[in-house]
Antibody
């Protein structure tokens, strides 16, 4: 059974960089799939942040692209999210999830999220 | 890239059927057979219930079905049960290797 688990600091100060990690068990990241980050501000809808392939190719939400870095560490079977210059608007529950995809030549198409972590609340406050 | 449009809330009585709409554009919902739906109970992670417009993952009740017409996708829940009360969100591939979610719909079982 594929399981994902997010970990992070819980509280970050405005203007700082938040860092989250997602540990995967029950499946080797090296075997394929994209792996994604999604967030949900309190009382609001889900927002896709970005996804990464095991090869390291990354795909970002255009609205967050200038502040987001997603990386993968296949040796530790985990992937990570960094979001810079955070503000109160970045306060949210952050989820990691497996993101099946397909490839047609050089074009990657992202499909859906089938396995999710339990989520971690990240609060931005001084 | 704008969020897909869903009604804020829908309601139904046990045993009835309800439909939740997810409106997009010809750049996302209307261009790809890649709409997915998620069920989310309070303080829980989302759960995939429909993928690629109308496919159900193993273990998901056949009371859940997905469809699409033009730029609008729909989730139908038949034989409504109390346990179906939750938030439902749609998601679509939007081209350029990007994804977009809807704002979510709260389902109340009366």
């Amino acid at each position: 059974q594929v399981q994902l688990h997010e970990s992070g600091p819980g509280l970050v100060k405005p203007s700082e960089t938040l860092s989250l990690s997602c540990s995967v068990s029950g499946y080797s990241i090296s075997n394929g799939y994209c792996w994604g980050w999604i967030r949900q501000p309190p009382g609001k809808g889900l927002e896709w942040i970005g996804s990464i392939e095991q090869s390291g190719s990354v795909y970002y939400n255009p609205s967050l692209k200038s502040r987001v870095t997603i990386s993968v560490d296949t040796s530790r079977n985990q992937f990570s999210l960094k979001l810079s210059s955070v503000t109160a608007a970045d306060t949210a529950v952050y989820y990691c999830a497996r993101n099946p995809h397909s490839r047609n030549g050089v074009q990657t198409t992202l499909h859906y999220f089938d396995y999710w972590g339990q989520g971690t609340l990240l609060t931005v406050s001084s | 890239q704008s969020a897909l449009t869903q009604p804020a809330s829908v309601s139904g009585s046990p045993g009835q059927s309800i439909t939740i709409s997810c409106s997009g554009t010809s750049s996302d919902v209307g261009s790809y057979n890649l709409v997915s739906w998620y069920q989310q109970h309070p303080d829980k992670a989302p759960k995939l219930i429909i993928y690629e417009d109308n496919k159900r993952p193993s273990g998901v009740s056949n009371r859940f079905s997905g469809s699409k017409s033009g730029n609008t996708a729909s989730l139908t829940i038949s034989g409504l049960q109390a346990e179906d009360e939750a938030d439902y969100s749609c998601c679509s591939y939007a081209g350029g290797t990007t994804l977009v979610f809807g704002g979510g719909t709260k389902l109340t079982v009366l």
